[in-house]
C-alpha cells in the first residue's frame, strides 16, 4: 500500500477511522474492566493466603502457603449458609413485589392521559434526587408507630411497631417508595411508551378489557425490561445497609452480618486488640467476597436478558 492511497479521503472514512475508534473502545474497555476486576482477583487471591502471606513482600498474587482455613472461620463466623438463604428469600420476595407494583405505576404513567400525570411523574424523578438520609428517620418513626388511615389506633389506641421485621420492606415496596423505585418506574414507562398504540387498539377491538390488554398483550413485552428491573433491584436490596441497618438490624442477613463481622471475627480471635491484625484482615477479605460472589454469578447467569432490558427501555443506541 502506498502513501497515496494510504491517505486517501474514501480509505482513511472506510477504515483507518473505525479502526482507530474500535482500539480506543477496546482500550477504555480493558481499563474499565481492569478497575472493576482488580479488587475481586485481590481478595480470591487472599482466600488461599496464610496471615504471613501478608507480610512477605515477595508474596503479590500466588499464596506461598497455600490453605482454606481462612473460608472455614469466614463461613463459621457469618454462620454464612443460613444467612445466604435468608438474603435471598429475603430479596427475592422484596424485589418481586416491587417490580409488580412498579410496572402497574410506569404503565399509568405511559397510557394515563391525565393532565395531572406529569406532576406526578415529576414526583416520581424527585424521589432519585431527594438523599434517603434526609427522611429516613421520618421514615423510622412512622413504622415504629405504623398506622393505616388511623384504623389501628381506633383497635389499640396507638399504632403498631414493624421495626425488624420484613413489614417495614413490604410497605415500602407496596407504596411504590422502595429502593430506587422510581428508577424502575421511569425504565418501565420508557419501555411502555415505545409500543405502539395499535397493540391496545387492536386487543380493544377483540373484546379484551384493560386489565386482560395490559395482562396479555403489554406485559409480554417488557419481560426483558422487567428482568432488568428486578436484577437491579435484588442487587440493590442485597447490598443495601441503609434501609436494613434502620429497618432490619436484627434479622441476619449477609448485609447485616458483613456489617458486624469485624466484631465477630475480633471475638474469634480472642479480643478486641485483635481486630487490625493481619488475620483479622484476611477474614474480612475472605467475607467480602463471599457477600459478593452470589451476585457475579447471578449477573454472569443472566445477564443477555440485562442487555435486553437496556436496549428495548431506550436507555442506549
Not at 422502595?178 to 398504540?197: D, H, M, N, V
Request: with cysteine.
Amino acid at each position: 500500500m502506498n502513501v497515496k492511497t494510504f491517505f486517501n479521503k474514501t480509505y482513511m472514512q472506510k477504515k483507518v477511522v473505525p479502526f482507530i475508534f474500535s482500539l480506543a473502545r477496546l482500550l477504555l474497555l480493558i481499563g474499565i474492566s481492569y478497575m472493576i476486576l482488580i479488587p475481586l482477583f485481590t481478595k480470591l487471591s487472599l482466600l488461599f493466603m496464610e496471615s504471613g502471606d501478608l507480610k512477605d513482600f515477595s508474596v503479590k498474587w500466588i499464596p506461598k502457603h497455600f490453605t482454606l482455613e481462612n473460608l472455614r472461620v469466614a463461613l463459621f463466623t457469618m454462620d454464612y449458609w443460613p444467612a445466604l438463604i435468608r438474603t435471598i428469600a429475603f430479596c427475592l420476595l422484596i424485589a418481586f413485589l416491587q417490580i409488580a407494583v412498579t410496572t402497574i405505576s410506569a404503565y399509568g404513567f405511559a397510557r394515563n392521559k391525565s393532565r395531572v400525570k406529569n406532576f406526578l411523574f415529576v414526583l416520581v424523578l424527585a424521589s432519585l434526587l431527594i438523599p434517603p438520609q434526609t427522611y429516613i428517620v421520618t421514615l423510622y418513626t412512622q413504622f415504629q408507630y405504623f398506622d393505616i388511615l388511623g384504623i389501628v389506633s381506633l383497635i389499640n389506641g396507638e399504632g403498631i411497631n414493624i421495626i425488624d421485621t420484613i413489614w417495614t420492606f413490604v410497605a415500602l415496596a407496596a407504596t411504590g417508595m422502595g429502593i430506587r423505585s422510581g428508577l424502575y418506574i421511569y425504565i418501565e414507562k420508557q419501555t411502555f411508551s415505545a409500543l405502539p398504540y395499535e397493540l391496545e387498539e387492536a386487543a380493544k377491538v377483540d373484546g379484551a378489557g384493560m386489565i386482560r390488554t395490559f395482562w396479555s398483550i403489554m406485559l409480554p413485552n417488557i419481560i426483558p425490561t422487567m428482568v432488568m428491573c428486578f436484577i437491579l433491584s435484588f442487587i440493590w436490596h442485597w447490598n443495601d445497609t441503609l434501609y436494613t441497618g434502620y429497618f432490619h438490624s436484627q434479622v441476619g442477613t449477609l448485609a447485616n452480618v458483613f456489617s458486624k463481622l469485624q466484631h465477630s471475627v475480633s471475638d474469634y480471635l480472642g479480643g478486641w486488640e485483635t481486630r487490625t491484625g493481619a488475620e483479622a484482615q484476611l477474614l474480612l477479605s475472605v467475607g467480602g467476597l463471599l457477600c459478593v460472589l452470589p451476585l457475579v454469578l447471578l449477573f454472569i447467569s443472566v445477564q443477555r436478558f440485562f442487555v435486553q432490558g437496556v436496549e428495548r427501555s431506550g436507555l442506549v443506541g
